[in-house]
């Protein structure tokens, strides 16, 4: 029986369909030459990059400076409201779920529940204020917000 190459041969009359890939004589020269291409142009796309946007804006806290007071802040507390500040009463079972620290009484409209993780509300209790912040996601009260600065209104 045939094998084969003898059929190839019958069928093509001696020419190769495909014809070998030309081998390189040394691999690893090619790897290497290959390797050192990519790491210059990797290095030059890196500087190219890095200058492009040298011109930009960067902010005082990526730049080390410091940040502006929370009081002082006015772009991150864009809401407000104003009313008497008083502080929520303890709940009767200690299980149940509370939102805010604080209520602000406001006349002819829904209290606000109030919280603060740079206030404290406490020095305000009894006062008439204008709380500013940022509202939050409710799901029991009817407003709740997180407030960054604190005016006593006389």
């Known amino acids: 029986m045939p094998d084969i190459t003898q059929i190839n041969e019958k069928i093509t009359g001696g020419d ?4 070998p890939l030309s081998t390189v004589e040394n691999p ?5 030459s290959v390797v050192i291409v990519a790491v210059i142009l990797g290095t ?9 946007n040298s011109g930009s804006k960067v902010s005082p806290l990526a ?3 410091t940040a502006k007071s929370a009081q002082s802040d006015t772009r991150t507390f864009k809401d407000f409201a104003q009313g008497t500040l008083k502080a929520k009463p303890e709940p009767s079972d200690p299980g149940e779920y509370v ?6 009484i406001r006349e002819g409209a829904v209290p606000v529940a109030l919280t603060s993780s740079v206030i404290d509300l406490s020095k305000y209790e009894g006062k008439k204020v204008k709380v500013y912040g940022e509202t939050q ?4 009260e009817g407003w709740l ?6 005016e006593e209104v006389k």
Do not use: C, F, P, Q
């Open 63 to 65: 730049a080390g400076g």
């Open 44 to 52: 030059l796309t890196g500087y190219v990059l890095s200058t492009k």
């Open 28 to 32: 690893g020269r090619l790897l290497l």
């Open 16 to 19: 190769r369909i495909a014809k």
């Open 137 to 140: 996601k409710a799901l029991k």
């Open 145 to 150: 917000m997180d407030v960054g600065k604190v």
């Open 99 to 104: 939102e805010g620290t604080h209520n602000l």
